[in-house]
């Protein structure tokens, strides 16, 4: 009930974005956008035009062809031709110590000459004030680390269900409202939209500090929050889009490069964190069925808080309450997804993601 009572209260005080000012100003500071791209034909062209339709007026943009051997680097050229703004960088090699996309955006950092840093993703589509409303918001409340929460879009009912899921355990881990107080532990990063202030990313080591983390988002916060630059993270629909996967099979293997890091590929805090899942989140629905007397009542009044917590939370997003009665399903594919990511690193010797495996031995090395 507590972690109920956390996640209602944290939801509701934490901002939209939307209800920042839209006006830059002319004294608004320069804003380089940094983007890695791999195999992203499909929804690049899309995201790039909504980036380059921003109302702001300082800004480059500078987007990473990550060995990309699809149509995304004949894309990228066409459109560099036709904008001015954008510039590209095409990525041949992948050097020793690096995952892909961190590298990407390491070098477009690199070249980024603004005060600002935004780094943010290929599939990614912006509504065109999002950026100047990030700018106003970082600077109204002197942050140096702003991230944003995309309104995730699912293209079928099972993704949606297990989203409101994934929703739950992200936000009872991560506790993403308290990343703004100074004096709490907790820490956030969202890969669709980082707001950095260039400076605070130089001085916590950039990607390289993180150069083979696979949660490099996540861990960008914690590095910035742990040398005390200030961070917030605002809820950003109606102003960024993303599809998160088009197909649950797609999610499984998308997860499944996060999961095991996301608890620094420890066996131990892995297996025992699916337990806790199954007992917290699937076994007093099973009890219902199975238990009588004090304990039935017991857990039935457990089931009905859980359900109501879990409704407000998908009411609050925009989904539906009643996605909240699949949630145990959702729980029990969350730990397949976690006890597969360990067990394919374990038995592989580390993780394949986008046509490139990476050591263990180097990915356990990379502790934030």
């Not at 790039?48 to 894309?75: C, H, K, M, P, W």
């Not at 309104?151 to 009912?157: A, D, I, Q, S, Y």
């Amino acid at each position: 009930m507590l972690g109920g009572i956390d996640i209602a209260l944290g939801n509701r005080s934490t901002a939209y974005l939307k209800d920042a000012p839209s006006n830059a100003g002319v004294d608004a500071p320069r804003v380089s956008v940094i983007v890695p791209a791999r195999n992203e034909e499909k929804k690049i062209r899309e995201a790039l035009q909504s980036l380059l339709a921003q109302e702001y007026a300082d800004l480059e943009f500078i987007v990473l062809n990550d060995r990309s051997t699809d149509q995304t680097g004949e894309i990228l050229a066409q459109m560099a031709a036709e904008n001015a703004q954008l510039r590209v960088v095409n990525i041949a090699e992948l050097p020793p110590g690096w995952l892909g996309k961190n590298y990407a955006l390491y070098r477009g950092a690199e070249r980024a000459s603004g005060q600002l840093l935004l780094f943010t993703d290929a599939d990614v589509v912006m509504h065109p004030s999002a950026l100047a409303r990030a700018v106003n918001y970082l600077r109204a409340n002197h942050l140096h680390h702003l991230a944003a929460m995309p309104e995730v879009r699912m293209p079928t009912l099972p993704l949606r269900l297990f989203c409101s899921a994934f929703g739950i355990f992200f936000s009872g881990f991560i506790r993403q409202w308290k990343a703004k107080d100074p004096a709490s532990s907790s820490f956030i990063g969202v890969g669709a939209f980082n707001l950095v202030n260039a400076e605070a990313y130089k001085a916590v080591g950039g990607h390289l500090a993180i150069a083979m983390r696979p949660d490099d988002d996540i861990k960008l916060g914690k590095l910035l929050k742990k040398a005390g630059y200030r961070q917030e993270m605002v809820l950003g629909m109606r102003l960024l889009a993303v599809e998160w996967y088009s197909s649950l099979g797609e999610l499984i293997d998308g997860l499944m490069k996060n999961a095991f890091a996301g608890l620094e590929y420890n066996v131990v805090r892995s297996i025992g964190a699916g337990i806790a899942v199954l007992l917290l989140n699937v076994w007093p629905f099973v009890a219902i069925f199975v238990v009588g007397g004090l304990a039935w009542i017991l857990y039935a009044m457990a089931v009905a808080v859980m359900l109501l917590f879990i409704s407000d939370t998908n009411h609050f997003y925009g989904q539906p309450r009643w996605y909240a009665l699949a949630h145990p399903l959702s729980a029990i594919l969350f730990v397949y997804i976690l006890w597969k990511s360990m067990a394919l690193a374990l038995w592989t010797g580390g993780i394949s993601w986008r046509g490139t495996h990476y050591p263990l031995s180097l990915l356990r090395a990379n502790r934030v």
